[in-house]
């Protein structure tokens, strides 16, 4: 556990804004071009700060949503009441500067010889660093068998959804649609309960691991759910977005 | 330097800057922020211990809840960067619980349900500074803040007030606990921005 910390003092580094890339209609996938990025792990975040011209700043944190050795890209959804989530999903372009500081966190991380299987849980946004775990595996060569399930309102809000089309192998996509379906949806059409839980998840005699990522109330609900199910409190990752604020 | 991000403004009010440390902004929700499931302990389970004095103490919840409590409004800080004002809790004194027990130790480890911990210096548990808390807002804490009792020590960032506190290890070193162990900083003072190892 120790090894994993992060060692030396994190210092902010300058950022420019490479190809940004518009998932939905809310979010934007940016790449970050970092010249000294020490390099990442799945599952890690980075803080962003900006700075306005009168030198006002703001710092907040967002998942890293690429694997580790690709270039530093972040996913970042809009919320309204938001200071910086508005500016990079609508304002900023490459070219623009902004600071990083990373990475951060070494709980919630897969590696090759974390092992699985691997159920992921998503809820909205909370499928960043699952994207990320799912290809460093890929990357890696892992066969570790993959259940990704994953929560989004409509199906306008699919973050990755031309990457979810086509899984590699070995993993599957089990998604649900919980405000609205189109007509021909044949995926989940309601919250994630016990029921959707028993139906996809691993069996607890396959030692899964699952990580669980999304907002407060789906985290609070599939964790426990998994708990339900028999899964070692121990085997659930969990990462959970408070209510306001990226 | 920082680098000017173009079309980057200000859209918050400015956060009264003797009140919330630098790098913090203000919310009015109360986020959640837990490594794992939330566990859920029966009272009639539940104790409290500390152990690594001359002899270990230990409390029922019966126990633990006739001693003396305090009420108190705080401003809580979270390494997040949110910070909530004026939140008010109902707890009892880390002087009270620490006077039960003989100790020269100079620190703390928490541990909590669900495997938590995190250091702290024994001085930071005394003087008024923390508490065992398990009301807020004048309700019993709710299991997914860290009831049944969470430790609450307002002026070090949050993750330091341990959710779901079972009790404390007194020791002669610091080692650190969870999230120190992850990278996060050995002390956490948020007004001097101590937020990852190193700071």
């Known amino acids: 556990m120790a090894g994993t910390a992060v060692r030396g003092r994190l210092t902010w580094q300058t950022a420019t804004v490479g190809p940004v890339t518009d998932e939905t209609p809310t979010v934007r996938t940016l790449r970050l071009e970092v010249p000294d990025w020490p390099g990442h792990r799945a599952g890690q975040h980075v803080d962003i700060r900006l700075t306005a011209d009168d030198g006002y700043q703001a710092e907040r944190a967002y998942s890293i949503a690429s694997a580790p050795g690709e270039p530093l890209t972040i996913t970042v959804e809009r919320l309204d009441d938001g200071e910086v989530s508005p500016y990079l999903t609508e304002e900023a372009q490459p070219g623009d500067q902004l600071e990083v500081r990373g990475p951060i966190g070494g709980y919630f991380v897969w590696e090759a010889e974390s092992g699985g299987p691997l159920l992921l849980a998503a809820g909205g946004s909370g499928v960043v660093p699952l994207r990320a775990i799912v290809r460093h595996r890929s990357q890696v060569g892992s066969s570790v068998p993959v259940k990704l399930l994953y929560s989004s309102r409509s199906f306008q809000d699919v973050i990755y959804s031309s990457e979810l089309d086509f899984p590699p192998d070995g993993v599957e996509v089990i998604q649900t649609l919980t405000r609205s379906q189109p007509p021909s949806w044949h995926g989940y059409a309601r919250r994630v309960d016990r029921q959707m839980l028993a139906e996809v998840a691993w069996p607890t005699a396959d030692r899964p691991l699952a990580y669980v990522c999304g907002p407060t109330s789906f985290v609070e609900s599939v964790a426990a759910g998994l708990v339900g199910l028999g899964y070692p409190a121990e085997r659930v990752k969990t990462e959970r977005f408070g209510a306001t604020g990226q | ?199």
């Open chain 2, 1 to 199: 330097m920082s680098p000017v991000s173009r079309g980057f403004r200000r859209k918050r009010e400015a956060a009264p800057a003797d009140r919330v440390p630098p790098g913090q902004y203000v919310t009015r929700d109360f986020p959640v922020l837990s490594a794992g499931p939330t566990p859920h302990t029966a009272l009639d389970r539940w104790s409290f211990s500390i152990t690594g004095g001359r002899e270990p103490k230990s409390w029922t919840w019966d126990e633990f809840r006739a001693l003396p409590t305090e009420t108190l409004t705080r401003d809580i800080h979270c390494v997040t960067r949110w910070s909530k004002l004026d939140t008010s809790w109902q707890g009892v004194s880390l002087d009270v619980l620490l006077a039960a027990v003989e100790y020269e130790s100079r620190y703390a480890l928490a541990f909590s349900d669900g495997g938590y911990t995190t250091n702290l210096p024994v001085a930071d548990l005394l003087g008024g500074k923390a508490w065992v808390a398990f009301n807020f807002e004048g309700s019993p804490l709710g299991a997914e803040h860290g009831g049944p009792a969470r430790l609450l020590v307002p002026h070090l960032y949050f993750w330091k007030s341990a959710k779901w506190v079972r009790g404390l290890r007194l020791r002669d070193t610091d080692e650190p606990g969870f999230w120190e162990n992850y990278g996060y900083h050995i002390y956490g003072d948020p007004w001097r921005e101590q937020r990852y190892a190193g700071d």
